[in-house]
T-cell receptor, first 114, second 114 residues
C-alpha cells in the first residue's frame, strides 16, 4: 500500500542533542512538508519541498533543518538551537507542488525533551 | 494575511444524529481551496473533503457535506448519521491558489455520545 512512513513513533532528546525524524513516501508525490502540532493549536509549517534538492522555510523554521536528496525522503533534524522542541511532528506529501487535492499525512512522531 | 477561525473548541452529538462544525476564513483572494481534515486518536490526519472556491456546488463525500458560502467566507462541515468512529479533532484549512501554504484553524473536538 502506498503511504507515508514516519519513524520513530516516539523520540526522546536530551538537552543539547540534535535528533533526526525520518519521513519516507512511496506515493510518487512531488511535494513534501513538515508540520509541528502543539496542544490546542492548529498545525504550523516548519519546512516544505516542492522538488528534489530544493526546500523553503515555513513559519517556524528556526532551530530545524531538512534535506531532500531523494524524491521519496524528507528528513527533519531538530537541532539544539530549537529551544522548545517537545511537540508532535507530522510529515505530509502532495501530488504536484501546490497540494490542490490535499495532503497525505504520516502517523507522526512524538518528540519529548528529557 | 489569511486566517482561519473555528469558533467551536468542542462539539458533541448523539450517535446517528447530524452535527455541523463551523469554519470561517478571511481572505482578499477570489480563487482558493478549502479543506476539512479529521485527526482521530491515532493522530494521523485524514482528508475528509475538499472545496474549490470557483465551484458553487457544495462538495459531498458520503455522510460528509459542506455548506460553502463564499460571500460570507464560511465553510461549515455537516456530518450526517454520526457514528462512533467520527469522534476526532476536525481541522479546517485554507490554501491560496497563489501561495502553497495551508492555513489551519485551531480545530474542533467532536464527541459522539452512544
Amino acid at each position: 500500500d502506498g503511504g507515508i512512513t514516519q519513524s520513530p513513533k516516539y523520540l526522546f532528546r536530551k538537552e543539547g542533542q540534535n535528533v533526526t525524524l525520518s519521513c519516507e513516501q512511496n506515493l510518487n508525490h512531488d511535494a513534501m512538508y513538515w508540520y509541528r502540532q502543539d496542544p490546542g493549536q492548529g498545525l504550523r509549517l516548519i519546512y516544505y519541498s516542492q522538488i528534489v534538492n530544493d526546500f523553503q522555510k515555513g513559519d517556524i523554521a528556526e532551530g530545524y533543518s531538512v534535506s531532500r536528496e531523494k524524491k521519496e525522503s524528507f528528513p527533519l533534524t531538530v537541532t539544539s538551537a530549537q529551544k522548545n522542541p517537545t511537540a508532535f511532528y507530522l510529515c505530509a506529501s502532495s501530488i504536484g507542488a501546490g497540494g490542490d487535492y490535499g495532503y497525505t499525512f504520516g502517523s507522526g512522531t512524538r518528540l519529548t525533551v528529557v | 494575511a489569511q486566517t482561519v477561525t473555528q469558533s467551536q473548541p468542542e462539539m458533541s452529538v448523539q450517535e446517528a444524529e447530524t452535527v455541523t462544525l463551523s469554519c470561517t476564513y478571511d481572505t482578499s483572494e477570489s480563487d482558493y481551496y478549502l479543506f476539512w481534515y479529521k485527526q482521530p486518536p491515532s493522530r494521523q490526519m485524514i482528508l475528509v473533503i475538499r472545496q474549490e472556491a470557483y465551484k458553487q456546488q457544495n462538495a459531498t463525500e458520503n455522510r460528509f457535506s459542506v455548506n460553502f458560502q463564499k460571500a460570507a467566507k464560511s465553510f461549515s462541515l455537516k456530518i450526517s448519521d454520526s457514528q462512533l468512529g467520527d469522534a476526532a479533532m476536525y481541522f479546517c484549512a485554507y490554501r491560496s491558489a497563489i501561495y502553497y501554504q495551508l492555513i489551519w484553524g485551531a480545530g474542533t473536538k467532536l464527541i459522539i455520545k452512544p
